[in-house]
């Protein structure tokens, strides 16, 4: 059974400890002394220097006995420069691995010893060899001490780096994240929307094909011109999904409430009744809001038409703190609401509910007495805490 690892000295370590003693062993070979000055002088060495293999595993136990090897030779040997540059290693150990009231504590109690050892030997206080004990040993404790301070910045700031690398990567999975939520947002518009609306005429065509050819035609081009709509803007939404970084940002526009009148019309030539209204002057709602603010229209009457059973009522409201959407139309009887209430994705509700949370609005839908209600508002500026209460509705954002 081998010897573990970690029980063993780093090789650099144990290499010191060894010409450090060799190197007081040929120091001692030219002063040469005989008897037990020189058997201590050796023992001395020896404790001095063989702790310092293992300075880096045990540094306090390494100080303790290579100061007793010192002391040793000091009081009853022969003091060699080697002895001095060995404790000054230990102690230089224990600064760079310890904590400072340790180091410290260690390097006062080391200079006390020596300075002691001198004086038993009948050195005066002041004397050079005394203070230069005090410097050696306070020299070790402040250059290990140093080195201590700049290992632990350096590993302040490698541990900033790695959270800070964390910390943009999370931002980049969130930005990855809100970009596919928000194109599936437009996806689902887009297409709910548009294929609502072909599918609408689709069957009046197909219903009038033989009554009435003309009639049965236009339905056709309004198919076609959905068609075409739902290419169009699904091609958009596919060139920047695709876009290269550096590329600029798509130029054809984004809809708005400049273009809900057409929308509306687009409903009623679909067969939806739409009693639509604009009150109070325009506020000049950010970008971002007025496109909320068409896809919530557009949602409402998309839903309308597929699971409602009659005319739809859109009411918007400009005021000094934003914009307030309305949009009632009635609900189809019980039998009818359960075939219709199984077409769809669902999703439509929860997409108007992301929209207007990241715009800071508030957002009500349910049933009222008279329907089924969707009620938005949508802020001018900065994000408003507005709770307007709802009969019968159920609060949303």
Request: hydrophobic residues 45%; proline residues 5%; glycine residues 10%.
């Amino acid at each position: 059974m081998g010897i573990p690892a970690k029980a063993l000295p780093r090789p650099l370590d144990a290499a010191l400890a060894v010409a450090l003693f060799v190197l007081t062993m040929v120091l001692a070979a030219t002063d040469p002394v005989e008897g037990a000055v020189g058997a201590v002088s050796v023992i001395g060495g020896a404790l001095a220097c063989a702790p310092v293999a293992f300075r880096d595993r045990l540094p306090v136990w390494v100080a303790f006995v290579s100061l007793f090897g010192c002391v040793l030779v000091a009081v009853f040997g022969v003091f060699q420069t080697s002895l001095q540059i060995a404790l000054g290693v230990a102690l230089y150990s224990v600064a760079s691995r310890r904590e400072r009231g340790v180091s410290v504590r260690i390097g006062l109690f080391s200079a006390l010893c020596l300075t002691v050892a001198d004086l038993s030997r009948g050195e005066y206080l002041f004397a050079p060899s005394a203070l230069w004990w005090v410097l050696s040993v306070g020299a070790a404790v402040s250059i290990g001490y140093s080195v201590r301070v700049h290992r632990e910045r350096l590993t302040d700031l490698r541990d900033r780096a790695r959270r800070a690398e964390e910390r943009r990567e999370e931002e980049a999975r969130r930005r990855v994240m809100e970009e596919r939520l928000r194109i599936a947002r437009e996806l689902h518009d887009v297409v709910a929307h548009n294929i609502t609306l072909i599918n609408v005429q689709a069957e009046v065509a197909a219903h009038l094909l033989r009554e009435d050819p003309d009639e049965a035609e236009r339905a056709l081009t309004h198919v076609r011109e959905g068609g075409r709509s739902v290419l169009a803007e699904m091609s958009a939404l596919l060139s920047v999904m695709r876009a290269e970084e550096g590329e600029g940002p798509p130029t054809a526009p984004a809809p708005s409430l400049e273009r809900l009148s057409k929308l509306v019309e687009a409903f009623e030539e679909a067969g939806v009744a739409v009693d639509y209204r604009v009150e109070g002057a325009p506020t000049g709602l950010p970008s971002g809001t007025d496109l909320v603010a068409y896809r919530i229209v557009q949602e409402a009457l998309t839903n309308a038409r597929r699971h409602g059973g009659g005319g739809v009522r859109v009411r918007l409201r400009h005021g000094e703190g934003g914009l307030s959407i309305d949009v009632r139309n009635p609900l189809p009887p019980s039998t009818e609401r359960r075939r219709r209430s199984t077409e769809g994705s669902g999703s439509g509700i929860i997409g108007m509910r992301e929209r207007v949370a990241a715009v800071g609005g508030n957002l009500w839908t349910g049933n009222v007495d008279d329907g089924f209600l969707v009620r938005a508002f949508l802020p001018a500026g900065e994000a408003h805490d507005r709770r307007e209460p709802v009969p019968g509705g159920e609060e949303g954002v």
